[in-house]
């Protein structure tokens, strides 16, 4: 996921570990325009203060419906931005935009979190299974459907 490219990379995650540890992974991904997609929480102002963002609604843990809804506003903000690849961390927000990412041609990745060292959250078994999607985990051994990525901690 390094390298120079065109295009724009929407980078998506829910507030928390999710989006800080995205923002010290971004160094790694392709250079380019990038949109940064999360919530609206004095973390996330902190953290991406001069930055493009769209401010989203949060969706909770297991929250299907808030899922559902965020798919139209994940293709207007792939429209209106360019975006050509979306990268995410998760939480929950990931099974709304990489979904809607491979289905219209873009690239999907979605990064385990650097706290799973064992098992796979419900969201990365989730999107491993999702064609289009190209799942990345921090540790060696590497489980089934995911790929080697060097971690927040190498």
Do not use: K, N
Request: with cysteine; aromatic share 8%.
């Amino acid at each position: 996921m390094t390298g120079t490219t065109t295009g724009t990379t929407a980078l998506v995650a829910t507030v928390g570990g999710h989006i800080a540890e995205l923002v010290d992974l971004a160094d790694r991904m392709p250079d380019g325009d990038r949109v940064w997609v999360t919530t609206d929480t004095a973390q996330t102002r902190d953290l991406l203060a001069g930055r493009t963002v769209e401010w989203v609604p949060f969706i909770g843990e297991r929250d299907v419906g808030g899922v559902v809804r965020a798919i139209p506003q994940a293709l207007s903000i792939f429209r209106r931005h360019g975006v050509d690849r979306v990268i995410s961390s998760g939480a929950a927000i990931a099974l709304a935009y990489l979904p809607a990412a491979a289905a219209t041609g873009r690239t999907a990745h979605y990064i385990e979190s650097s706290t799973r060292v064992e098992t796979c959250s419900v969201t990365g078994r989730l999107l491993a299974r999702t064609p289009g999607v190209r799942c990345w985990w921090q540790y060696e051994p590497v489980p089934e459907r995911f790929s080697y990525l060097p971690g927040v901690y190498e």
